[in-house]
């Protein structure tokens, strides 16, 4: 049972070059969500998509989109990549929203 | 101030109790949350409590809430090396379509 899968793993930038990142989850739950993990800074909210169809902003979108393309998937794009976006990306599911995240094992971001 | 704080580091010896505090600002928290981080991988879901209640144990942990002050603890007894990690408060609310936000974790370093 793979749960919440995010690809790849690592991944490094230059300046101004763009990326997705991709996350799916087989557990069929409703909600996805995108955070970056910063040394310090805990995990903060970029996008969540509430049920299929839907994204919404969260704490600090600036710089990124995302795209629910199905149930299963949700991807983050960096357009434009800067270094200040150097971070641990990671995308979590949940069945409600009330309920416990799933987390996958995280994009580690550097942008040069 | 931020809506979740911890402190960021507690260093316990093998075998004794460890204790995590969180305090939170938002009177309409509904569900609080503790989650773990191990090196390298995303937050696993370690327990959570509703904020009806005053305490809940399970196994090893106890969850302790003081909804007047707004305080929540993790009590780990017998803390055991593999306990080291990183441990995350977090609250959620209906207002805030039940999305956690999470405190910036604190570090539990488990010496022999």
């Known amino acids: 049972n793979a749960g919440v899968t995010q690809t790849p793993k690592f991944q490094v930038l230059k300046t101004g070059q763009s990326m997705t990142l991709q996350c799916a989850q087989d557990?069929?739950?409703?909600?996805m969500y995108w955070y970056r993990q910063d040394p310090g800074m805990g995990l903060r909210l970029i996008y969540y998509?509430?049920?299929?169809?839907?994204?919404d902003k969260g704490e600090v979108p600036n710089g990124y989109n995302v795209s629910r393309l199905n149930k299963r998937e949700f991807s983050l794009r960096l357009e434009s990549a800067a270094p200040s976006q150097t971070s641990v990306y990671f995308c979590?599911?949940?069945?409600?929203?009330?309920?416990?995240?799933?987390f996958g094992s995280g994009t580690q971001l550097s942008v040069l | 101030g931020e809506d979740v704080e911890q402190s960021l580091f507690l260093s316990v010896r093998e075998g004794d109790s460890s204790v995590i505090n969180c305090t939170y600002t938002?009177?309409?928290?509904?569900?609080l949350y503790w989650y773990k981080q191990e090196p390298g991988a995303g937050l696993q879901l370690l327990t959570y409590i509703f904020s009806n209640m005053d305490m809940k144990q399970d196994q090893r942990l106890t969850v302790l809430l003081n909804k007047k002050d707004k305080h929540l603890s993790l009590r780990i007894a017998d803390t055991q090396t593999g306990d080291s990690a990183i441990y995350f408060c977090a609250e959620s609310r209906a207002g805030g379509s039940y999305i956690p936000t999470f405190g910036r974790g604190t570090s539990l370093i488990v010496h022999p």
């Open positions: 979590a599911s949940s069945a409600q929203g009330k309920e416990k995240l799933f």
């Open positions: 557990m069929n739950h409703n909600s």
């Open positions: 998509s509430a049920s299929e169809g839907t994204t």
């Open positions: 938002d009177s309409s928290s509904t569900y």
